[in-house]
T-cell receptor, first 115, second 113 residues
Framework: GENVEQHPSTLSVQEGDSAVIKCTYS??????FPWYKQELGKRPQLIID?????GEKKDQRIAVTLNKTAKHFSLHITETQPEDSAVYFCAASLPHTGTASKLTFGTGTRLQVTL | EAQVTQNPRYLITVTGKKLTVTCSQN?????MSWYRQDPGLGLRQIYY???????DKGDVPEGYKVSRKEKRNFPLILESPSPNQTSLYFC????????????FGPGTRLTVL
């Protein structure tokens, strides 16, 4: 099955700086890579995603890049703000028989944005 | 309001006492899934369902059962809970064409003594 590794496990940045979280996946057949943000005590929520036919996607201050050859993808947050403090999870979706896909998550990165 | 609901939100029980955590979604999603979240381990999939009466094991199915008799409901059953099943559980749903965009429920914090 798929295996997703995520680094770093914790990340502290100063407000206004950039943050980068990196993930690698094992199965080259994975074709969908979402990122979820989980604020303290809340449920995970999708913030951005990328499909295997795209190398980069941007949405305001967040962007995701995908390198299929190296089997890694990254989340970039620019101009970080205190409200970006949360746990971020990457995931990889392995095509499965039928109409749905199976999602495997990384272990999470706790991002702390300090003033 | 489109949402995924779980009940109960908090549960403390004892080893061996059967319990069920309910999950319901009102978005007509085909795909539903259960995850457990443990510190340092992230979100691990327990079971998932691609549609009514279609379920399959995720990465950590041991000790759990599920059923999908109706499209909107996907209960998680622990026949004989053990302390290593103490965890935060999330139910999620998505439409069949875009299974990666999962909508999560609020979570159920389970403690097994």
């Amino acid at each position: 099955g798929e295996n997703v590794e995520q680094h770093p496990s914790t990340l502290s940045v100063q407000e206004g700086d950039s943050a980068v979280i990196k993930c690698t996946y094992s199965d080259s057949a994975s074709n969908y890579f979402p990122w979820y943000k989980q604020e303290l005590g809340k449920r995970p929520q999708l913030i951005i995603d990328i499909r295997s036919n795209v190398g980069e996607k941007k949405d305001q201050r967040i962007a995701v890049t995908l390198n299929k050859t190296a089997k890694h993808f990254s989340l970039h947050i620019t101009e970080t703000q205190p409200e970006d403090s949360a746990v971020y999870f990457c995931a990889a979706s392995l095509p499965h028989t039928g109409t749905a896909s199976k999602l495997t998550f990384g272990t999470g990165t706790r991002l702390q944005v300090t003033l | 309001e489109a949402q995924v609901t779980q009940n109960p939100r908090y549960l403390i029980t004892v080893t061996g006492k059967k319990l069920t955590v309910t999950c319901s979604q009102n978005m007509n999603h085909e795909y539903m899934s259960w995850y457990r979240q443990d510190p340092g381990l992230g979100l691990r999939q327990i079971y998932y369902s691609m549609n009514v009466e279609v379920t399959d094991k995720g990465d950590v199915p041991e000790g759990y059962k599920v059923s999908r008799k109706e499209k909107r409901n996907f209960p998680l059953i622990l026949e004989s809970p053990s302390p290593n099943q103490t965890s935060l559980y999330f139910c999620a749903s998505s439409s069949s064409g875009r299974a990666g965009e999962q909508f999560f429920g609020p979570g159920t914090r389970l403690t097994v003594l």
